[in-house]
């Protein structure tokens, strides 16, 4: 799952086809030593545009591939997908704090990070506090994806950071937030 880029609403489709997010995006998913990992290990990928990309979501959908399947965010429930994935490959789309609270390994590919931090700006600071594999290039991807896939990682190295961010974890959140709004 990727997340949107407001610097990419509202230009033509080269300048969109010309943009980091998409040339290395489609650099990923054609990356032949991904492409031969996934096939191996019968790997199945799933991949979610955020719905403000619904109008490039086509350029994407070019790639053919058997272990690469897209999906728009109306093919699908968010709930679902983070139920069954068994592990998250992201930019830094919001949805990785479920895969954190679940425990799932989590790929922060940031290729255009200094572009977020200066046009958008960001709360964590991606070099210290991140909660999971963090790849600046495809090379990277492929080495976290290795080690996740043939390692058998099945859980996320970075879980012990997620009592900094999450107060509770049991079954109890609509209890605790009716008796917060009955109060």
């Known amino acids: ?21 998409f040339n290395r995006t489609t650099e990923l998913l054609n990356h032949e030593k991904i492409n031969q990992l996934l096939k191996e290990q019968n790997i199945q990928v799933t991949v979610a545009l955020h719905p403000f990309m619904k109008e490039f ?17 109306d093919e699908l429930s968010i709930g679902e997908v983070i139920q069954e994935m068994d592990m998250l490959l992201t930019d ?12 799932k390994p989590i790929i922060f590919y940031l290729f255009d990070q200094a572009d977020w931090e200066n046009k958008r700006g ?23 994806l290795t080690e996740i896939i043939i390692g058998g ?7 012990s950071k997620a009592t900094q961010y999450f107060d509770y974890f049991d079954q109890n959140k609509c209890e605790r937030l009716a008796a917060r709004v009955l109060k």
Do not use: H
């Not at 789309?93 to 609270?101: G, M, P, R």
């Open 122 to 144: 960001i709360y964590l600071n991606l070099n210290e506090d991140l909660y999971g594999y963090k790849a600046k290039n495809v090379e990277e991807v492929y080495a976290c």
């Open 1 to 21: 799952m990727t997340t949107w880029r407001e610097w990419l609403i509202d230009i033509s489709d080269e300048e969109f086809k010309e943009s980091a997010y």
């Open 153 to 159: 990682v099945n859980y996320n190295k970075w879980y």
């Open 92 to 103: 830094i789309t919001s949805v990785s704090w479920d895969f954190l609270y679940l425990n």
């Open 57 to 73: 979501e086509p350029y994407f959908r070019t790639i053919k591939n058997d272990c690469i399947q897209f999906v728009g965010f």
